[in-house]
């Protein structure tokens, strides 16, 4: 079933969130379809996609908000970026052009993320840019502070 009007979203919100299958980022703040755009990667970290598709949302269709919403449990959470890279290299011969976005504090995370997308031109609207962590086990959403 397709949601009325356009591709532009109600609320003007984007999220940027994780991949995670646990995690169905309308739902659980009480959202309905149509009303946000939502990016997801693995980690919900800031990389060259997620900026790509921001600047379209904001530029293109109307969005004025971003959360980023990363979450407990995360998969990213503590991969050894050059590990993994040196993983891939043996098994498929070819050292990727990108890195696994680990990081080791989420919070810390969360606050990068936003600090990059504050920090982007391209994005028009950087002043309502928030961030987030989702607790999996209680399904109780925090905000980050920015840093002081």
Do not use: Y
């Amino acid at each position: 079933m397709s949601p009325a009007g356009g591709p532009r979203p109600r609320r003007g919100l984007a999220i940027l969130t994780c991949m995670d299958s646990r995690i169905d980022p309308l739902a659980l703040l009480g959202l309905a379809l149509g009303e946000a755009h939502v990016i997801r990667n693995a980690g919900g970290i800031v990389d060259q996609g997620a900026v790509r598709s921001l600047v379209i949302s904001q530029r293109k269709l109307a969005t004025r908000e971003v959360l980023v919403l990363q979450h407990t449990g995360c998969g990213v959470l503590g991969l050894d970026d050059e590990a993994f890279a040196r993983e891939i290299e043996a098994d498929a011969g070819v050292r990727p052009a990108w890195g696994g976005g680990g990081f080791a504090d989420l919070d810390e995370s969360v606050r990068r993320s936003v600090e990059a997308l504050r920090a982007e031109p391209a994005l028009p609207r950087r002043d309502a840019i928030r961030g987030a962590v989702l607790d999996l086990a209680t399904g109780e959403v925090r905000e980050v502070a920015a840093r002081a």
